[in-house]
């Protein structure tokens, strides 16, 4: 019998000290690196979808995750539905990681990737074409380290909030 990967054993590809250390042993397997970050509580095929193309970008893609105390102060809950992030961090680590796209995960607590960013210093810096580079957050840390950040046409306009929505407003068979 096969058996699963245990995530305990993956966390040399969350761990920032861990990953710093390797890409600046190895630049050539990792640069150019690119980075992304966001919430991922339901992954669906736009967020798949996203990340190839982030990954397209450069050699490795590193994911920067929102802990589960960072999606709750980002997306606090609304009435009627439930409390952000559905799936717990570890989960949301370890299926981010499944993907072929995806080579590494930070999970990081604040509510922006600044600290981040900084402390990889990424090539290229992708987020969604819903987004305006002058307004993002991250936006002077990118650029400090000598990056370049790419917006990413959002090819499957889908959300977790939109599922939720789709879920809570089924109505059983009567």
């Not at 095929?45 to 995750?65: E, I, Q």
């Not at 991250?138 to 917006?151: C, K, N, Q, T």
Request: aromatic fraction near 6%.
């Amino acid at each position: 019998m096969i058996q699963p990967a245990n995530f305990a054993d993956l966390t040399d590809l969350t761990d920032l000290q861990t990953l710093q250390r390797a890409i600046a042993a190895d630049p050539d397997h990792w640069r150019p690196l690119v980075f992304t970050n966001g919430c991922f509580d339901l992954l669906h095929a736009g967020h798949v979808r996203y990340l190839a193309a982030a990954r397209s970008l450069g050699k490795s893609l590193v994911v920067g995750l929102n802990s589960d105390r960072s999606v709750a102060n980002l997306k606090p809950a609304a009435p009627g539905f439930p409390p952000r992030p559905i799936v717990p961090q570890d989960q949301r680590a370890e299926v981010l990681l499944a993907l072929k796209a995806v080579d590494a995960i930070v999970i990081f607590d604040e509510p922006t990737a600044t600290r981040t960013i900084e402390a990889l210093k990424p090539d290229i810096y992708v987020k969604g074409g819903d987004y305006c580079v002058e307004t993002l957050p991250e936006s002077p840390a990118v650029l400090a380290g000598g990056g370049r950040i790419e917006l990413v046409q959002i090819e499957v306009p889908s959300s977790t909030s939109g599922i939720v929505q789709r879920i809570l407003a089924a109505r059983p068979l009567e």
